[in-house]
C-alpha cells in the first residue's frame, strides 16, 4: 500500500518501480539494508541502480527512475541531539530544514544556515553545500559540517560503517569528510549521521517584507532597472558586518502569464541598523524608476505569499522562517541554475525580457515558470575556495530557473514538450555568449549541483568548453574523484551526473 506513495519524490515528474523500498532507521540497520543490496542480484538488467533518499528533492531522476531496483529511504532517521564525545551537535540525515530549525534552535540558541523549503532533507541539501536566508551573515550550511558518517561499499564488496571528520589524520577519512562538504548527494555511500560545530546564534528578530509587481506597469526600460539596480546593490554591499551585506533578498521573475514579479527580503535587526539597510535597499530597487509595488498575495515557486509583509514587518527570526516555509504543490518541475560573479549584461537582461513572454514565448501561459535570483556572497565569500567541496566563494548572485506542471491525466494532458522547451531555450538565450551554459568566467561561475540538470551533459543545450563536472565543481573535481576512486571502487553509487572514479 505504502510503495506508490514511496516510489516518487517531490518532483513528479520521476518515479520509480524498484523491487523493493528499505525504511531505515538507525546507522546500524543502514549497513544491513546496504550489504543485502549489494548482494543481491540484479532480477532486471534494466534495473540495476540502488539510490538513496532523505527528504525526495532531487530535481533530475537521481534517486527515482526507470533503471533503480533498491530505493532505501533513510527519513526515519531523522534525530538530533549533543554528541559530547564529538562536542558537536549530531542530526541524522534524514532530518529536514524545518525539523533541524524547530528543534536545534529552542535547544541551542544556535541555527545551521540551510534552505527555506521545509520538507528538504538534509542527506542531499547539505552534501550539495546547502546555502539559505541566513548564508550572507553566516555562510554555507557545509562550513559549519565537522564531521559525517558513511556506510561505504568496499573493495571485497563488503559494507562498512565510517566516520570522517574535519581534522582526521588519515588522508583518506579527510578527503571523504571534504567531499561531503559540496560534492553533491549519492556519490560516495549512505550518509547516516553529520555533526556540526561553532554553529551562528541566529538574530533574535529580523525585518521581513514581501512585495510584487504588476507586469502589465512594466516597460523594458523598468525592467533593465530593476535588475540593474538589484545586481549592483549586491554588487557593492559585500560586507558581511554590516546590515545591508547581512540583507538576503530573493527575486521571483515569474513570466508574464503569471501577472507579477515578486521579491522577498530579510535582514536583521539586532544591531539596531536593519532597518534603515532595508530602507535603502527598497529604495534602491523599489523607488520611483519602477512601477509601485504591492503585497505579494500569490506563492511563488516554492515560497509562500506573505500578503501582511508589503511595510517590512518585525518578528521574530524562526517566525519569520516559518512563514516563508513552503515547498509548494506535488506537480512535476525543470530546474536550472547559474552564478553571478557582476551584475547582469545588458545581453542578459534582453534576453531575460524577451523569454520572459515579451517577445518570445508570448502564447506560454505557463504561470509557474519563473527566474529566480537570490542575493549571495557576502559571509559564504569569506572562506577559500579550497576550504570545502563548494569552490564558487566569490560570486554575487545566484540563479534557479524553474518551471512546474501537473504530471499529466486523464484530465489534464500537460504540455511536457512545451515547458521544457521554455526553459531550455530561456536558459540558453542568456548565456548565449558562452555556449548556451554559465561558463567559469569573469562574470559567471558555473552552477549548483543541488539544483542538477542533466542538459549540461548535451551538446544540443551546453556547446561550451566546459562540462558539466567543470560547471558543478572547477577545479575540485579531480579531488572528488579521488574520494570516489577510494572509497566506492565499485562506482556502486551512481547516476548521470555522479562523480566518476579515475579507472571505470
Not at 232 to 246: I, K, L, N
Request: with cysteine; charged share 20%.
Amino acid at each position: 500500500m505504502r510503495y506508490p506513495a514511496l516510489s516518487r519524490g517531490f518532483n513528479q515528474r520521476w518515479i520509480a518501480y524498484p523491487d523493493y523500498i528499505r525504511m531505515i532507521s538507525s546507522p546500524q540497520e543502514a549497513v544491513t539494508a546496504l550489504r543485502e543490496a549489494v548482494n543481491r542480484p540484479d532480477a532486471d538488467a534494466e534495473r540495476t541502480r540502488v539510490t538513496v533518499r532523505s527528504g525526495g528533492h532531487c530535481y533530475e531522476d537521481f534517486v527515482c527512475g526507470d533503471d533503480v531496483r533498491v530505493i532505501l529511504d533513510v527519513s526515519p532517521m531523522c534525530g538530533l541531539y549533543h554528541d559530547s564525545r564529538m562536542d558537536a551537535w549530531c542530526v541524522e540525515a534524514g532530518a529536514t530544514n524545518w525539523h533541524v530549525y524547530s528543534h536545534l534552535y529552542p535547544l541551542s540558541g544556535r541555527a545551521l544556515p540551510a534552505g527555506s523549503c521545509y520538507s528538504v532533507g538534509l542527506g542531499g541539501h547539505v552534501t550539495g553545500g546547502g546555502y539559505g536566508l541566513l548564508s550572507r551573515q553566516a555562510g554555507l550550511t557545509v562550513d559549519y559540517l565537522y564531521a559525517v558518517e558513511v556506510a561505504v561499499v568496499t573493495e571485497r564488496r563488503t559494507v562498512e560503517l565510517v566516520v570522517a571528520t574535519r581534522d582526521d589524520d588519515d588522508h583518506d577519512l579527510r578527503n571523504l569528510w571534504w567531499a561531503h562538504t559540496g560534492g553533491g548527494g549519492g556519490n560516495f555511500g549512505l550518509i547516516t549521521r553529520f555533526w556540526f560545530r561553532d554553529l551562528p546564534t541566529p538574530p533574535s528578530r529580523v525585518l521581513l517584507t514581501a512585495r510584487a509587481w504588476q507586469w502589465k506597469d512594466f516597460t523594458k526600460e523598468n525592467f533593465t532597472y530593476l535588475l540593474t539596480a538589484y545586481g549592483e546593490y549586491f554588487r557593492f554591499h559585500q560586507d558581511a558586518s554590516t546590515a545591508a551585506g547581512r540583507l538576503f533578498a530573493l527575486l521571483a521573475l515569474n513570466h508574464v502569464a503569471n501577472g507579477t514579479i515578486t521579491m522577498v527580503a530579510q535582514v536583521d535587526d539586532d544591531t539596531g541598523d536593519g532597518t534603515e539597510a532595508m530602507r535603502r535597499f527598497l529604495d534602491a530597487v523599489d523607488g520611483d524608476a519602477v512601477p509601485a509595488s504591492g503585497p505579494m498575495l500569490y506563492s511563488a515557486a516554492e515560497h509562500a505569499a506573505i500578503p501582511s509583509a508589503w511595510q517590512p514587518r518585525l518578528m521574530p527570526w524562526l517566525t519569520a522562517t516559518q512563514a516563508l516555509n513552503s515547498s509548494g504543490e506535488n506537480r512535476c518541475g525543470k530546474y536550472k541554475s547559474a552564478y553571478l560573479r557582476r551584475p547582469f549584461t545588458s545581453e542578459q537582461i534582453d534576453a531575460m525580457w524577451a523569454y520572459l513572454g515579451h517577445e518570445k514565448y508570448v502564447d506560454f501561459a505557463n504561470k509557474q515558470a519563473l527566474i529566480q535570483v537570490d542575493s549571495y556572497g557576502s559571509a559564504i565569500n569569506d572562506r577559500s575556495a579550497d576550504e570545502t567541496a563548494v569552490p564558487q566563494r566569490d560570486s554575487i548572485l545566484k540563479m534557479q530557473y524553474q518551471v512546474y506542471w501537473n504530471r499529466p491525466s486523464d484530465t489534464d494532458p500537460g504540455d511536457v514538450a512545451k515547458n521544457l522547451a521554455w526553459i531550455r531555450d530561456t536558459y540558453r538565450a542568456t548565456f548565449a555568449g558562452t555556449g548556451g551554459v554559465p561558463v567559469i568566467g569573469d562574470i559567471t561561475d558555473g552552477c549548483y549541483i543541488n539544483y542538477p540538470d542533466t542538459d549540461l551533459n548535451d551538446p544540443e543545450w551546453n556547446s561550451s568548453s566546459d562540462p558539466w563536472s567543470r560547471l558543478y565543481y572547477k577545479h575540485a573535481y579531480p579531488r572528488l574523484q579521488d574520494a570516489k576512486e577510494r572509497w566506492d571502487p565499485h562506482n556502486f553509487f551512481r547516476h548521470q551526473q555522479s562523480v566518476q572514479p579515475f579507472t571505470t
